[in-house]
């Protein structure tokens, strides 16, 4: 099975940027479609965005949609999220998490792996 750690977090100011990582080991990142989900303090999971394994396709929740951009490069085992125009909302714990499955799936139930999250924080 894969494991995956997150790194990239912060703390930033509204409107201002991070660009998260997740980097794969033990199998190639290439073989698995990946997700960030993010959960705010006192909140469910929730999903934030994912890539197919090849990259060919991406999804994103609407609320960071037009703001962050999920990418991988499978030959550094790497899939980032660059996150733009950051708010205060967005506050919460990033978790990456890893799929066999093929497609830009948004469920959590779907991924078997998932890192240990990184932390953003986004002050007013």
């Known amino acids: 099975q894969v494991q995956l750690v997150e790194s990239g977090g912060g703390s930033v100011q509204a409107g201002g940027s991070l660009r998260l990582s997740c980097v794969a080991s033990?199998?190639?990142?290439?073989?698995?479609?990946v997700a960030w989900f993010r959960q705010a303090p006192g909140k469910e999971r929730v999903f934030v965005a994912t890539?197919?394994?090849?990259?060919?396709?991406?999804y994103y929740a609407d609320s960071v949609k037009g703001r962050f951009t999920i990418s991988r490069d499978n030959a550094k085992n790497t899939v980032y999220l660059q996150m733009d125009s950051l708010q205060p909302e967005d506050t919460a714990v990033y978790y990456c998490a890893a799929t066999v499955v093929d497609g830009a799936l948004v469920y959590a139930t779907v991924y078997g792996s998932w890192g240990q999250g990184t932390q953003v924080a986004v002050s007013s």
């Open positions: 033990g199998r190639a990142i290439s073989s698995y479609s």
């Open positions: 890539i197919s394994r090849s990259g060919g396709r991406t």
